[in-house]
């Protein structure tokens, strides 16, 4: 096929040139046997001169279409939901399958690197909106109550993990007990004191030197307040301060860096 379009032209070119060639010889007609198996096999003067210029391209492998055939139709990759609304799940169990964020983890779920969404707690499925947290998105959580909603009022108590259950704090202050692993500090005089200092302060049990009690900070907290003390407010712009601060950080530095060379030193002098 490449064959006959490169000979084409010179085809036409011959049929011009070739008629005044023959003008010049002698006309003689050969039988007609072998007139036809000149006009099949054998070519035309001009095409045979230039028959060994012209390159032909032959199929050296099959076409491309045949090794495309089977990944017209892959397999289905299973995406969607895998439990619904009010379905019981576990943790680690998959909730929905997807590619992109359609679906955000809401709470007690958790988004794999795949976008594929998975319950981190046991509970309920619930696929909810929350207007608070984002206009538009979609979400997908678990309630730990089968009749419970999502999603739950902002600073409302929440179930914990290992079922346990938020409870308000209590305001009463407990009276100090020596022995106590837990401990109250009241204030005198402005001054913090511990309950183990108070307790030795009117001679009860004595407790050994190095011996330390817990004591709860915000309860240490509160006696500051009731006290009256407080922290200064931290000032961006006391620019004194921050240099002082960057100075010291650079006095170290040099000093580490002074010691460290001393140390290569000694150690080169021993050798």
């Known amino acids: 096929m490449l064959q006959q379009r490169l000979l084409a032209p010179l085809r036409v070119l011959e049929r011009a040139i070739v008629p005044t060639l023959r003008s010049s010889q002698p006309i ?15 070519p035309t003067p001009l095409s045979s001169r230039l028959l060994p210029f012209s390159q032909v391209r032959h199929a050296s492998h099959a076409t491309q279409g045949t090794a495309n055939r089977h990944s017209r139709d892959p397999a289905g990759k299973r995406l969607g939901a895998k439990r619904s609304g009010g379905e019981y799940v576990v ?5 929905f ?3 992109g964020t359609k679906w955000f983890p809401g709470e007690n779920c958790s988004m794999g690197r795949d976008h594929t969404i998975y319950a981190t707690e046991a509970g309920y499925v619930r696929y909810y909106l929350d207007p608070e947290r984002h206009s538009e998105r979609k979400y997908i959580g678990v309630c730990f109550e089968k009749e419970g909603k999502l999603p739950t009022p902002r600073n409302a108590p ?5 079922n346990r259950v938020a409870v ?6 407990p009276t100090p007990i020596a022995g106590q692993s837990d401990l109250v500090a009241t204030v005198e005089d402005g001054v913090m004191v511990s309950s ?3 307790v030795n302060a009117e001679g009860g049990s004595q407790l050994r030197p190095g011996y330390m009690y817990r004591e709860a900070n915000w309860q240490i907290g509160r006696a500051a307040e009731k006290a009256g ?3 200064k407010p931290y000032n961006s712009r006391n620019r004194w301060m921050a240099w002082r601060k960057r100075q010291a950080r650079a006095d170290r530095a040099a000093q580490m860096k ?3 060379n001393k140390k290569k030193a000694s150690k080169k002098a021993k050798r």
């Not at 308000?168 to 202050?173: L, Q, T, Y």
């Open 158 to 162: 929440t179930r914990r993990k290992l």
């Open 28 to 42: 003689t007609r050969p039988p007609p046997s072998i007139l036809s198996r000149t006009m099949i096999s054998a």
């Open 168 to 173: 308000p704090r209590s305001e009463d202050v």
């Open 91 to 95: 943790p680690g169990c998959i909730i």
């Open 97 to 99: 399958k997807q590619r």
């Open 196 to 198: 183990v200092e108070a």
């Open 229 to 231: 003390i407080s922290a």
């Open 258 to 260: 002074s010691l460290k």
